[in-house]
């Protein structure tokens, strides 16, 4: 091979390896990304059964059941729709009724939500900010001016 | 002092000011005495900053809540050492100690740099002077740590307890080290650009702050990772979080800094490469301010959210970013090119570690932006984590962490990788008999178990064959061979901790994903769990009353094979009653490399208690390897060559890659 030649083929297989990073990239994105739902957009939007989605809201007043073990069900709203949510592990330590959480997981069959984290945040004043953005859309909560 | 602080904080400003301009000027017109301005300004500019910083720190030591920032991070009843942490526990106080940092670098050049060339010096004293008073601009305009509240509260709200830990003491300073250690490397940079001009005085001269801030990043990931797994009771040590991208991206990049430059001090091959890489680690740096400080993500680190904050430190970034590119675009070409190398060798190993190490900064800086671009764009809101970033960054980091051995065993210029196959053949065969034993005999091992522990095994034998070779292994007398180990360079050390290290924290990494055990289940008072060979007794929820906060701590006890009492873990559950928040506080055994991790859940009507118990082997060979990382940058800084190899001062220099 020539140096010209040698010269190609490195910036050919250099191309070729960021080309393949390139792509898998953004194959991952769009396997691997969860998309953002609160109940009420989930009668438009399509959420196939055990598609991974973030799902978030309000807990419902009065909906936390604690089941066998470690299980919990509750149930997440936006005040126009609520959807119930099974999780088993441990709640985070700002998992209350009417507190914004966030939930990850996926529709199983019957329509219930199971949940494999749960994030709800370090501090009282927070509001989960797609929570809050979602709410604030809907007209259903204003950001409270307390200081 | 309250205002003495703000005082010298506002003074320190105009000194940046000065610093940024006096020197610049001094340098284009060739006055000697314009240029030596940049010095005492910059010391004075890091003690009046300093000062500034002492002051707020008084304030939170004494809780004097008529400080605004301090009335709302810190309360009378907390521990002293958490009122002093509380300082830079908060936006305000953590920008502080940002620029008190940026400003301690600044002075360790001016201080140190009496061997550089006057006009380098010069500018990149400039430069460093214009990065803080766009910060200084930014503390004072939207962040002001000294604002008063009259009249002054009795009482302060707090700091958030989740910080209320020693990790608040350590995690923040190394990090910023890293972070705002990689300005001067950006300095230096955009000071060459300047000039249109590099020499083999601006690599050595780059090498060492690029390993003191890589060192410190190191430590800063490292301790925060700790801090969040035994802190947030998840068990996790990395999360993917935006907020942790934004530290891992400048490490990546910089890691990739460390290996380009040392092809440019000894080859000087290179140089225009290495320069760019310099200001993307440094700008990666203040991408990661901006992610934090903005409130533009949610996570622990955004302390507070405020707008206008967001869209000052984005005119910050545009402007050093876009300048410095566009500096780089105008002056790159007029740079001239260093000496050629075989793909095959020592330079191609270290090109092939900055292709893999920039492409996963690209692949984690997608990840980590694209939501916020969806969102801006289609309002479309995604989370991307750890799922993504398995299948993008994980392939990798595999081919990379292979070739790692090779590296340090082929010579510059033109190398046999078959000499150096040969020479790592009991490297392979270790690594390759840890593989079949980790597949065939461990339980439950998966292959990806079975490739990460031999890659892990492969990484530390590698290591130290590199330095069995180097001191003669095979060919000399042990005697010699002992005489010729001790006098190798400290940097064939470093190099060879620094991978040692990494094959560590790897282990630890496939130890606990794919070894590790888990349980969850509600516990009555009395009795016993079973995990991976441990077994454990809940003795039951003591009530407690700390200084702040009230606690249920959860007792168990560690039971041996012989049925008797082997230690005891407990956990606890903490309500701090100002800011009516409850916190975990996990419970954790460590045996030998492994960690028995407990947490606690929520107490059920009947009296039993949720608990989960994690089994988590090798666990702490995560952090400990990157101890060892550290300590290989140490001993790297460590070498004589970087400690005498600057030139002295010469008054006319010769343009040894001059472009006229």
Request: net charge positive.
């Amino acid at each position: 091979m020539t140096r010209k030649q040698k010269r190609l083929s490195v910036i050919v297989a250099g191309l070729a390896f960021l080309g393949a990073a390139t792509g898998l990239t953004f194959y991952a994105l769009g396997q691997k990304a969860s998309y953002f739902y609160m109940p009420g957009d989930l009668a438009t939007a399509t959420v196939q059964p055990g598609q991974r989605i973030r799902l978030g809201g309000l807990v419902e007043k009065g909906t936390i059941e604690r089941g066998q073990g470690a299980t919990v069900a509750f149930s997440v709203t936006d005040k126009q729709k609520s959807v119930k949510v099974t999780y088993t592990g441990i709640l985070p330590d700002l998992f209350r009724e009417e507190q914004g959480v966030i939930t990850e997981g996926s529709f199983g069959p019957d329509g219930v939500f199971v949940a494999d984290s749960v994030l709800a945040k370090h501090d009282e004043r927070y509001m989960p900010k797609e929570v809050a953005d979602g709410l604030k859309a809907k007209g259903v909560w204003q950001e409270s001016k307390s200081e | 002092m309250v205002e003495t602080g703000h005082f010298a904080l506002v003074l320190a400003f105009a000194l940046s000011l000065v610093q940024m301009l006096v020197p610049l000027y001094g340098a284009r017109a060739g006055s000697q005495k314009m240029m030596a301005v940049g010095g005492p300004v910059a010391v004075t500019g890091f003690a009046l900053t300093a000062l500034s910083f002492a002051a707020l720190a008084t304030a939170y030591a004494s809780s004097d809540f008529s400080v605004a920032s301090v009335w709302e991070n810190s309360h009378s009843l907390q521990p002293l050492i958490y009122k002093i942490t509380g300082t830079w526990g908060n936006h305000e106080g953590s920008m502080l100690l940002w620029v008190l940092i940026l400003t301690f670098f600044g002075a360790l050049v001016a201080v140190f740099g009496s061997n550089l060339p006057a006009t380098l010096k010069a500018n990149v004293l400039a430069v460093q002077g214009a990065i803080g008073a766009a910060f200084f601009l930014f503390i004072l305009a939207t962040s002001n740590p000294f604002t008063r509240l009259n009249p002054a509260p009795i009482e302060g709200r707090d700091l958030n307890p989740v910080l209320q830990d020693l990790g608040l003491a350590i995690h923040p300073p190394l990090l910023y080290l890293g972070y705002v250690g990689f300005s001067i490397c950006f300095s230096f940079s955009v000071a060459a650009l300047i000039e249109g001009r590099i020499d083999a005085s601006w690599a050595r001269w780059v090498r060492p702050w690029t390993l003191v801030a890589w060192m410190f990043l190191t430590g800063g990931i490292a301790m925060g990772s700790y801090w969040a797994y035994y802190e947030l009771g998840w068990g996790g040590f990395w999360f993917w979080d935006p907020v942790e991208n934004a530290s891992f991206m400048p490490w990546l990049a910089g890691t990739a800094l460390l290996h380009s430059a040392i092809v440019m001090e000894k080859r000087s091959a290179l140089k225009i490469w290495t320069l760019l890489l310099a200001i993307l680690t440094f700008s990666l740096s203040l991408l990661g301010t901006f992610l934090v400080r903005s409130g533009v993500l949610t996570s622990v680190h955004a302390f507070a959210t405020d707008p206008t904050r967001g869209v000052f430190i984005l005119c910050i970034l545009t402007l050093f970013i876009g300048g410095s590119l566009a500096l780089f675009a105008l002056r790159a070409s007029r740079l001239t090119a260093g000496g050629l190398f075989h793909p095959i060798s020592r330079e191609g190993a270290l090109v092939l570690n900055n292709l893999f190490l920039t492409t996963a900064t690209a692949t984690v800086l997608v990840g980590t932006l694209y939501p916020l671009a969806l969102e801006a764009v289609t309002g479309g809101k995604i989370s991307v984590g750890a799922p993504f970033f398995d299948l993008t960054f994980g392939p990798l980091m595999l081919p990379l962490l292979a070739i790692v051995p090779f590296g340090p065993l082929l010579a510059w210029k033109r190398g046999d990788v078959f000499a150096a196959a040969q020479r790592l053949m009991a490297a392979f065969a270790a690594a390759l008999a840890a593989m079949l034993v980790t597949g065939l005999f461990v339980d439950g091992a998966s292959v990806f178990a079975a490739l990460g522990v031999g890659l892990a095994v492969w990484l530390v034998c590698g290591a130290l064959t590199d330095l069995a070779v180097k001191s003669g292994f095979g060919s000399v007398t042990p005697a010699i061979m002992l005489r010729r180990f001790a006098g190798l360079p400290r940097s064939v050390f470093g190099t060879a901790l620094a991978h040692l290290g990494l094959g560590l924290t790897l282990l630890g990494i496939v130890g606990t994903l794919s070894f590790g055990t888990e349980k969850i289940l509600s516990m009555h008072a009395g009795e016993t769990v079973e995990l991976s060979g441990h077994t454990l007794r809940f003795e039951g929820l003591y009530p407690a009353q700390g200084p702040n906060y009230s606690e249920d701590r959860g007792r168990f006890v560690v039971i041996g094979a012989d049925g008797n009492a082997k230690g005891e873990i407990s956990s606890a559950k903490r309500f701090f009653p100002v800011r009516q928040t409850t916190t975990t506080e996990s419970g954790i055994r460590t045996v030998w490399f492994s960690q028995l991790y407990l947490s606690l859940g929520d107490e059920g009507n009947d009296g039993s208690v949720v608990v989960r118990l994690w089994w988590k082997p090798l666990v702490t060979l995560i952090w400990g390897g990157a101890v060892v990382m550290m300590a290989g940058a140490a001993m790297s800084l460590m070498d004589r060559r970087l400690r005498v190899g600057a030139p002295a001062r010469r008054k006319e220099l010769v343009p040894s890659a001059s472009l006229s």
